[in-house]
């Protein structure tokens, strides 16, 4: 059962179910499933991909998870880089930290979310599971969080729009017209919202005894993140290529995020921070 | 006043912060006593049965003759236009009658314009800093929005949080270049929803920490049915604003003939008295 939007209290969420309308955009909402392939891209460059075949398994809750766990090390936020699109899961950045820190851990990671996403599934989750670290690799801030009931139901989602994806199709499902959105809202609002979403996740991590990290992969992101007043949360370094051969040759299996080195380095990279 | 990217609301550092929620950038509202506040107000002037009266207004906008404000308050009145008073003396108005009656200490955080997301927002950042034993908000429409925007100079960095309401299209945001009709085409009423109740969970979890008793309530009956639907454990939803008839609403105006007038101010006084005692 789902709560209804004006019900809903991300500071005092009363059901992990809370979760599912953050994770997945179907209706009705899905069971567990096994996919071979999460993108268009995922499958169409199978031919250039030099790993081990492998599949992606969702929960119930739309993440990247066998049963949800009660009590965890690393719990990992993020967009599609923590969810590892193209990846197989022994590639991902949270996997390859908690192995080396001798940890258990959670990918929480959502496709194509953005920080307020982010921050909104953190409130829910962290009030239901025990954690002692939370990562949060953040999209970048012009990604946005849009609720809209669903044309055939009652149900409210959360949508999310992504600046030049203007034809994704969950949001034409529920006509909502990306393009003008972005007109609408000056880039200041858009910076409002993300430093609110910060300073709460600043307080509730503080509140519920969670040490909160956090990082982007986006550099205009990064640096504003690296401007602000916080006061718990720790700021890792940046996700980024060295180089842009660095970048071009380490591709997941769709050829557009990330691949098994970027995740490695970053894991290097953040490791000493988080014990 | 702290810049844009450090304002903390749930972790305000001065007073002033206040100033970036009340401030204009077209109209000097601060430390000030004015005759008029709106145009209209002038243009009825003359259908005024009352005595001319004028607007005290302090350092941070408020209609409050103190620049330094106390440290403690038994009761701050939260809201819009309708809590401000525009078009009716401080005496008149629906805090002032309330503080009177329960022989309270109060100011009044009502600024005109102004959306539920700054009221929230100037909450938090004036609970900070004054102890306040009550809280009672008078909700504008959930329509009514909060945009932050650059001043429109490349010299200067200051965000002013700028209102915007679905049928006006004002002065200030056209100054800031702000396209009210765009914005409304472009977001849906679920996220204009979903920005109102987030702040006022957010309220009723920062009152309860700083030990607030707050009370709330709205002069637009769909945003007051909204307030009755939210799963509300501390804040108390107070009777809605209404006139008690359309004759009664034509009837009682303030000076500017368009918001209420003071027997709507003590009608809802009278209907809230004994709950916020």
């Given at each position: 059962m789902?709560?209804?939007?004006?019900?809903?209290?991300?500071?005092?969420?009363?059901?992990?179910?809370?979760?599912?309308?953050?994770?997945?955009?179907?209706?009705?909402?899905?069971?567990?499933?096994?996919?071979?392939?999460f993108?268009?891209?995922?499958?169409?460059h199978?031919?250039?991909?030099?790993?081990?075949?492998?599949?992606?398994?969702?929960?119930?809750?739309?993440?990247?998870?066998?049963?949800?766990?009660?009590?965890?090390?690393?719990?990992?936020?993020?967009?599609?880089?923590?969810?590892?699109?193209g990846l197989?899961?022994?590639?991902?950045?949270?996997?390859?930290?908690?192995?080396?820190?001798?940890?258990?851990?959670?990918?929480?990671?959502?496709?194509?979310r953005?920080?307020?996403?982010?921050?909104?599934?953190?409130?829910?989750?962290?009030?239901?599971?025990?954690?002692?670290?939370?990562?949060?690799?953040?999209?970048?801030?012009?990604?946005?969080?849009?609720?809209?009931?669903?044309?055939?139901?009652?149900?409210?989602y959360?949508l999310?729009?992504?600046?030049?994806?203007?034809?994704?199709?969950?949001?034409?499902?529920?006509?909502?017209?990306?393009?003008l959105?972005?007109?609408?809202?000056?880039?200041?609002?858009?910076?409002?919202?993300?430093?609110n979403?910060?300073?709460?996740?600043?307080?509730?991590?503080?509140?519920?005894?969670?040490?909160?990290?956090?990082?982007?992969?986006?550099?205009?992101?990064?640096?504003?993140?690296?401007?602000?007043?916080?006061?718990?949360?720790?700021?890792?370094?940046?996700?980024?290529?060295?180089?842009?051969?660095?970048?071009?040759?380490?591709?997941?299996?769709?050829?557009?995020?990330p691949?098994?080195?970027?995740?490695?380095?970053?894991?290097n990279?953040?490791?000493?921070?988080?014990? | 006043?702290?810049a844009?990217?450090?304002?903390?609301?749930?972790?305000?550092?001065?007073?002033?912060?206040?100033?970036?929620?009340?401030?204009?950038?077209?109209?000097?509202?601060?430390?000030?006593?004015?005759?008029?506040?709106?145009?209209?107000?002038?243009?009825?002037?003359?259908?005024?049965?009352?005595?001319?009266?004028?607007?005290?207004?302090?350092?941070?906008?408020?209609?409050?003759?103190?620049?330094?404000?106390?440290?403690?308050?038994?009761?701050?009145?939260?809201?819009?236009?309708?809590?401000?008073?525009?078009?009716?003396?401080?005496?008149?108005?629906?805090?002032?009658?309330?503080?009177?009656?329960?022989?309270?200490?109060?100011?009044?955080?009502?600024?005109?314009g102004?959306?539920?997301?700054?009221?929230?927002?100037?909450?938090?950042i004036?609970?900070?800093?004054i102890?306040?034993?009550?809280?009672?908000?008078?909700?504008?429409?959930?329509?009514?929005?909060?945009?932050?925007?650059?001043y429109?100079?490349?010299?200067?960095?200051?965000?002013?949080?700028?209102?915007?309401?679905?049928?006006?299209?004002?002065?200030?945001?056209?100054?800031?270049?702000?396209?009210?009709?765009?914005?409304?085409?472009?977001?849906?009423?679920?996220?204009?929803?979903?920005?109102?109740?987030?702040?006022?969970?957010?309220?009723?979890?920062?009152?309860?920490?700083?030990?607030?008793?707050?009370?709330?309530?709205?002069?637009?009956?769909?945003?007051?049915?909204?307030?009755?639907?939210?799963d509300?454990?501390?804040?108390?939803?107070?009777?809605?604003?209404?006139?008690?008839?359309?004759?009664?609403?034509?009837?009682?105006?303030?000076?500017d003939?368009?918001?209420?007038?003071?027997l709507?101010?003590?009608?809802?006084?009278?209907?809230?008295?004994?709950?916020?005692?």
């Amino acid at each position: 059962m789902t709560t209804p939007l004006a019900k809903l209290n991300l500071l005092n969420s009363k059901s992990i179910e809370d979760v599912r309308l953050f994770g997945h955009l179907q209706y009705p909402l899905p069971d567990d499933y096994e996919i071979d392939y999460f993108t268009k891209d995922d499958g169409a460059h199978i031919d250039k991909w030099s790993h081990e075949p492998f599949t992606y398994k969702i929960n119930k809750y739309g993440f990247r998870l066998g049963t949800m766990p009660n009590d965890i090390d690393i719990a990992a936020f993020g967009c599609s880089q923590t969810f590892g699109v193209g990846l197989p899961e022994e590639f991902l950045w949270h996997q390859l930290l908690a192995k080396e820190l001798n940890m258990s851990s959670a990918n929480f990671g959502l496709a194509g979310r953005s920080i307020a996403t982010c921050i909104d599934v953190f409130l829910i989750l962290s009030k239901h599971i025990k954690m002692k670290h939370a990562i949060f690799l953040l999209p970048n801030m012009q990604r946005l969080q849009i609720a809209k009931k669903h044309p055939d139901t009652d149900l409210v989602y959360y949508l999310y729009t992504i600046v030049e994806y203007y034809q994704l199709k969950s949001l034409q499902e529920f006509n909502l017209d990306a393009k003008l959105i972005y007109r609408a809202l000056p880039e200041e609002e858009i910076q409002k919202i993300c430093k609110n979403q910060i300073y709460l996740l600043d307080y509730v991590a503080q509140n519920r005894g969670i040490n909160v990290y956090i990082s982007s992969w986006e550099k205009y992101t990064y640096e504003f993140l690296c401007d602000l007043d916080l006061q718990s949360i720790t700021i890792l370094p940046p996700w980024q290529s060295q180089s842009i051969e660095f970048s071009k040759s380490d591709k997941a299996r769709d050829m557009s995020h990330p691949g098994p080195k970027h995740h490695k380095k970053w894991a290097n990279e953040i490791k000493d921070f988080i014990k | 006043m702290t810049a844009f990217h450090k304002l903390n609301l749930l972790n305000s550092k001065s007073l002033d912060d206040v100033l970036t929620f009340t401030k204009t950038a077209i109209l000097p509202y601060y430390s000030a006593e004015l005759d008029y506040i709106t145009p209209y107000e002038i243009e009825h002037a003359d259908k005024w049965p009352g005595e001319h009266f004028t607007y005290k207004l302090n350092k941070y906008a408020f209609r409050n003759d103190v620049d330094i404000m106390p440290n403690q308050i038994d009761l701050a009145a939260f809201g819009c236009s309708f809590t401000f008073g525009v078009g009716l003396p401080n005496q008149l108005i629906w805090p002032h009658l309330l503080a009177k009656e329960l022989n309270l200490s109060y100011l009044n955080f009502g600024v005109g314009g102004r959306s539920i997301a700054t009221c929230v927002d100037l909450f938090l950042i004036v609970s900070k800093h004054i102890k306040i034993d009550k809280a009672v908000f008078l909700f504008p429409s959930i329509e009514r929005l909060q945009i932050a925007k650059k001043y429109p100079d490349w010299d200067s960095n200051e965000v002013f949080h700028l209102s915007v309401m679905g049928n006006y299209e004002s002065k200030e945001n056209k100054f800031f270049e702000l396209d009210e009709k765009i914005i409304y085409r472009a977001l849906p009423i679920e996220e204009m929803k979903k920005i109102a109740k987030n702040q006022i969970y957010l309220l009723e979890h920062m009152a309860k920490l700083r030990n607030v008793k707050v009370y709330i309530s709205s002069w637009d009956l769909e945003t007051y049915y909204f307030l009755r639907l939210l799963d509300l454990e501390y804040v108390l939803v107070l009777p809605p604003w209404m006139s008690g008839s359309k004759e009664f609403a034509d009837k009682d105006k303030a000076r500017d003939n368009m918001h209420p007038g003071p027997l709507h101010h003590e009608k809802w006084f009278n209907e809230i008295k004994d709950i916020v005692k």
